[in-house]
């Protein structure tokens, strides 16, 4: 076993070992490599350059024009298609067929003119003739089967179950007129109204009234318009001798003016001070803009 590296036996019973192929090269890390080392080595394809298509040569890839067909001979089809149709009419054994007569049209709906064979009887529209339908005879009629279980229905077993009564025409609508009859006989008086009650200042009916209308007022009768006043003289104006006036001077009065003192408010209890009574007190009323709003 050698001092160092490893035995022949370890390295797959080879008796030395093998040389390698990059000993002594320099190392090159990945990204210091190039994509495609053979495109940077030797010549590359180097183009002539982008052309412009034009009226001149240089733009296409020949040097001059070439022709596609070269030395072709000339054609033509119209002479063509003449020569076929010659042929193909010396094929023929005979003339063209000619019909003896031409085609005959239709002369009206349902005419057989223009047919080949006419009308046939099978499609005629005359009705066959037909024996007499006799109905078959009626079945026997029963009565169908009564539903419900015989317990609470009636007429529904053997006999009878319930005995028959009869049945006025609106019982329950007479009945119950007479029970309200009998209902506002018992009553004494009308219904209570309570006048301190709090009612809304605007009824939600503006036409609504609990009152009686009012009898109707009849039109006061006309009266004769009398003629107007005519004094018996013309009327007297005012002057220094008082001629217009009732008394020919005012009456003489002798009080003196004097000014009234008024008298002190006895307190006493034989005159008390006048207190009048409390008027009705106001209550909350819901403003028009909050019942609009409720409406």
Known sequence: MPAEGKSDMERIGLFSEMGYVTIGDKYVPHYMRPFNEAASKNRQMLPGGTKTLSALQAGYFEPQFVRIFDGEAYSNPVQ??????????????????????GDKL????GSYYGTIGGSYPYFSPQLKAKERYIPPGKNFYTNPGKKGTGYGYANLTIGEQFPHEPDGYEVERINAKKAQEEHKRLLKGGPF???LYPQEYFDMNPYFNNKPLPPVKKPPTEKPIAPPFKPSSPAKKAGGMKGGTFDPYPSHSADPYIIKKS???????ERKIFHPPAGPKSRPITSIITLNVTR
């Not at 193909?88 to 063209?96: H, I, R, V």
């Not at 008298?263 to 209890?269: C, G, H, P, S, Y």
């Open 80 to 101: 063509l298609r003449r020569r076929y149709r010659l042929a193909e009419s010396k094929k023929n054994l005979g003339k063209a067929f000619l019909p003896s007569n």
């Open 106 to 109: 239709p002369c009206g709906l």
């Open 193 to 195: 109204k309570l006048n």
């Open 263 to 269: 008298e002190a408010v006895a307190t006493n209890k």
